[in-house]
């Protein structure tokens, strides 16, 4: 074979030869962006999970659900942790999201 036709088969296939510079897999996914996404769907979660369980405290404290068996007027601490003042979990969260105040009530006593 001669020079030229050898450089013409070389030519017809150089472009399958694989690309060098991306032989490694490079990710061009923001880690960071997705790790704040996740910290914050999280910080989320566990906010409503706490505003579930205040609201839920708040009405069995309103409601006067937990009264304390041995002193008249008191609250048994106990109780409150394991009271479910309301059916469902999402009725505390809707209550708690729509039933915002910016300043408080001023009551005259």
């Not at 008249?72 to 729509?98: M, N, P, Q």
């Amino acid at each position: 074979m001669s020079k030229d036709v050898e450089r013409e088969v070389l030519k017809m296939y150089d472009g399958s030869r694989p690309n060098e510079d991306d032989l490694f897999e490079t990710s061009n996914v923001n880690h960071f962006a997705w790790g704040l996404a996740v910290f914050f769907a999280g910080l989320a979660v566990w906010l409503a999970i706490a505003l579930v369980n205040a609201e839920n405290q708040r009405y069995a404290l309103m409601t006067n659900k937990c009264p304390d068996p041995l002193f008249k007027g008191g609250i048994d601490k106990a109780c409150l942790v394991t009271v479910r003042s309301r059916d469902h979990w999402w009725e505390h969260l809707w209550y708690g999201f729509t039933h915002v105040r910016v300043t408080p009530e001023h009551s005259e006593r």
